[in-house]
């Protein structure tokens, strides 16, 4: 069982940063692969990058390809997102994942979520 708390959300204008965190409970954090999605509203939620076990492999999505960096810190049981130039379009709800796998993409089965943040970029 792992539970993930998701923190740093919030309300930023377009062209800054911010940093989202994501504290796991549990022992077994680092033999799970992990991941942000976001959901904005009216759509549905969507892969927004994966990291695997040890932190050796990240995957995004097109959309934040070269903005955002995923990262993980097993020693603290914490994932992490830095979001850089943030647009409108990144306006959503983001939540943490994690998954039973070696690595986590779009499509990868996810095992549990975070409760999410909300992370609203004014134009």
């Known amino acids: 069982q792992v539970q993930l708390v998701e923190s740093g959300g919030g309300l930023v204008q377009a062209g800054g940063s911010l940093r989202l965190s994501c504290a796991a409970s549990?022992?077994?954090?680092?033999?799970?692969?992990m991941g942000w999605f976001r959901q904005a509203p009216g759509k549905e939620r969507e892969f927004v990058a994966g990291?695997?076990?040890?932190?050796?492999?990240?995957s995004y999505a097109d959309a934040v390809k070269g903005r955002f960096t995923i990262s993980r810190d097993n020693a603290k049981n914490t994932l992490y997102l830095q979001m850089n130039t943030l647009k409108p379009e990144d306006t959503a709800v983001y939540y943490c994942?994690?998954?039973?796998?070696?690595?986590?993409?779009?499509?990868?089965?996810?095992?549990?979520w975070g409760q999410g943040t909300q992370v609203t970029v004014s134009a």
């Open positions: 994942a994690a998954s039973r796998t070696s690595m986590l993409y779009t499509t990868t089965p996810v095992n549990y």
């Open positions: 549990g022992r077994a954090f680092s033999s799970y692969a």
């Open positions: 990291i695997d076990w040890i932190g050796a492999i990240t």
